[in-house]
């Protein structure tokens, strides 16, 4: 296990159907992240996990998402009734409370690119 | 006005020269410090963290960061043309969320 895996990479759907997105974390990595990244702007946070603990929500993150993380490893990210305002690069990052750096670094996924039409 | 303000470029040197990337922010409370290189279509990949104020080091990369002018600074010694992406600074404080610039693009011309 080399990094955080995210699958799919490339979603296409039309507006209105529903999305699930899976991510990986690193082994052994208690805390997982989303992040949403739109054109020319960085990532904006969304949602974290602690185990399988849900400890915060951004205020993006509208009643149409939902995210779970049900045995604390891999983590899904739903959305109902896709807008074209949904469109955007979908992120997970992990991280380790035991990070050997000490800074709870989180590492990142290669994303899930998704386009509503 | 957003936390974390980063110039977007687009920036073009070329190969050899030092490019300074840079981020300013507005919450005081921020600790943590990093710098994520971006490559088009792909996740970020972390290059440097620095925790509260001082610089650090790591092969042509430095990083700097001064927290009584809430300024932080990427240097990049010897550029590259696999130096060419977007450069994102992120913060945080405690174990929590990361907080992003809006990311610079660099182009490093052969």
């Known amino acids: 296990d080399t990094g955080v895996s995210q699958d799919p990479r490339h979603k296409i759907t039309k507006r209105g159907q529903n999305v699930t997105f899976r991510c990986d974390p690193i082994?052994?990595?208690?805390?997982l992240y989303w992040y949403r990244q739109t054109l020319g702007q960085g990532p904006e946070f969304l949602t974290y996990f602690q185990n399988e603990a849900q400890l915060e929500k951004s205020r993006l993150l509208s009643d149409r998402f939902s995210a779970e993380r049900p045995k604390g490893s891999f983590s899904t990210l739903e959305i109902q009734r896709t807008e074209q305002g949904d469109s955007a690069m979908y992120l997970c990052a992990s991280s380790s409370h035991r990070d050997a750096q000490g800074a709870d670094t989180q590492y990142f996924g290669p994303g899930t690119r998704l386009t509503v039409l | 006005q957003k936390e974390v303000e980063q110039d977007p470029g687009p920036l073009s040197v070329p190969e050899g020269a030092i490019v300074s990337l840079n981020c300013t922010y507005s919450n005081s409370a921020f600790q943590y410090f990093m710098w994520y290189r971006q490559y088009s279509r792909k996740g970020p990949e972390l290059l440097m963290y620095t925790y509260s104020s001082g610089n650090k080091e790591d092969g042509r990369f430095t990083a700097q960061v001064d927290k009584s002018s809430k300024y932080i600074s990427l240097f990049i010694r010897d550029s590259q043309p696999s130096d060419s992406a977007t450069y994102l600074c992120?913060?945080?404080?405690?174990?929590?969320?990361?907080?992003f610039g809006t990311g610079t693009r660099l182009t490093i011309i052969p």
């Open positions: 992120a913060m945080r404080f405690g174990n929590e969320k990361l907080t």
């Open positions: 082994s052994e990595h208690n805390r």
